[in-house]
């Protein structure tokens, strides 16, 4: 009996209703379930967590960051060092964005050009330069098995042709980094290439970005330029057309979202994939989610409560310590704080997804929606 091998990528739509769909992600580090939340581990580490203890909260995959790994310890370092997965002891899928968003953020220390972006690091004021080709280079460095395409991602309340050039750009750029990825013959035998819509809230520049990227082909498909300030109302606004522009044989991916009541209004609109520093900054700051809203166990209302986190809740921490226990040690500064209420906060968002993936297989999704919005917005 030979054993079964991986395949490189594969994604199933086991189960659909209404646009939110269910399913299976394949490579050949393991499935990912889909709808999937990726916890961030910017530095190749998901803050105040150990990677087993994340992969317990169910967990399938992670995401780690170009641009601080380009920086410190450095790709090439990286890969001297067995790589991403052997560094941080993370046996499982990995996705990496393509440094793109943080070099464009850094408006007073780069220069944009047709060929990529010059910049400063934040840390030494080094130079460098990040091109689709570079990036596409430091990902294979690092072993991703997801990869981004190299794109540039403007603020939403700019001009409509700023936009418009920036998207073009973007396209651009995307089939420089399907040629650079391809060359790559190793590291694309084994790994995925993302391309990233853009086109802020509009309609039309969207459907241009999208054709473009068809016309390229990706594994999968990112919907980029969203949750950059431009409101939650916009941002479904967006994705009652954005997903729907995409190929339905291939992952939609919302990037930087979001929110619990983003998550479960974007995959009501098609979304498949999220990542979002959220629930692990959150817990670092004493906020915890919960199935009723967020709750801030800073607040003295919590010194004496005994109750767990969150009665619905089956983490380790709400199993052992009390939110009165929890709201001593963030008033405290006590680094377990901030453990605990990440552990929390990250296993919420895989039951969220859990949820999510069970209510869509068992064609009830409509209902949990309602449900989830309607206690998750209780004051």
């Known amino acids: 009996m030979t054993d079964t091998v991986q395949p490189r990528f594969s994604f199933t739509v086991n189960a659909a209703d209404g646009m939110a769909r269910s399913g299976i992600i394949q490579m050949q580090r393991g499935d990912i379930r889909t709808p999937a939340f990726m916890p961030v581990g910017t530095a190749a580490t998901v803050k105040a967590m150990k990677p087993e203890t994340v992969r317990k909260t169910g967990a399938d995959i992670i995401l780690c960051n170009t641009y601080h790994l380009m920086l410190r310890p450095g790709a090439e370092r990286m890969a001297k060092l067995g790589g991403l997965h052997q560094f941080m002891n993370w046996d499982r899928p990995i996705l990496t964005d393509s440094g793109g968003y943080q070099v464009m ?3 007073e220390l780069r220069k944009l050009t047709e060929k ?3 910049f400063r690091s934040h840390l030494d004021g080094s130079k460098h330069m990040l091109t689709p080709e570079r990036s596409m280079e430091i990902q294979r460095l690092l072993g991703s098995d997801i990869v981004m395409a190299f794109d540039e991602c403007p603020r939403a309340d700019q001009p409509r042709d700023v936009i418009a050039s920036s998207m073009e750009m973007s396209m651009r750029w995307a089939r420089r980094s399907r040629a650079a990825f391809d060359c790559g013959t190793d590291h694309a035998a084994r790994s995925a290439l ?10 039309e520049l969207r459907k241009r970005s999208a054709e ?6 990706f594994d999968g498909y990112a919907i980029g ?7 939650q109302e916009a941002m479904f606004a967006t994705l009652e057309f954005a997903p729907g522009q995409l190929p339905d044989d291939r992952p939609r991916y919302l990037m930087g979202v979001g929110k619990p009541d983003d998550l479960v209004g974007a995959v009501e609109r098609g979304v498949d994939m999220f990542d979002c520093v959220l629930p692990s900054r959150s817990g670092r700051n004493g906020q915890a989610f919960t199935w009723n809203g967020p709750i801030n166990l800073r607040n003295a209302r919590f010194a004496e409560d005994t109750d767990p986190i969150d009665n619905r809740c089956s983490c380790e921490c709400c199993s052992a310590y009390s939110r009165a226990y929890l709201h001593h040690l963030v008033k405290s500064q006590e680094i377990l704080g901030a453990m605990l209420m990440t552990e929390h906060n990250i296993a919420f968002y895989q039951q969220l997804m859990q949820a999510m993936r069970d209510a869509i297989s068992e064609t009830r999704f409509a209902a949990f929606a309602a449900e989830f919005h309607r206690n998750y917005m209780k004051k």
């Open 194 to 203: 993302f391309g990233i819509q853009q086109g802020a809230l509009d309609e």
């Open 116 to 118: 990529g972006v010059e």
């Open 212 to 217: 473009a990227l068809i016309d390229i082909g």
């Open 225 to 231: 330029g969203l949750a950059v300030g431009e409101g």
């Open 105 to 107: 953020s850094l408006s």
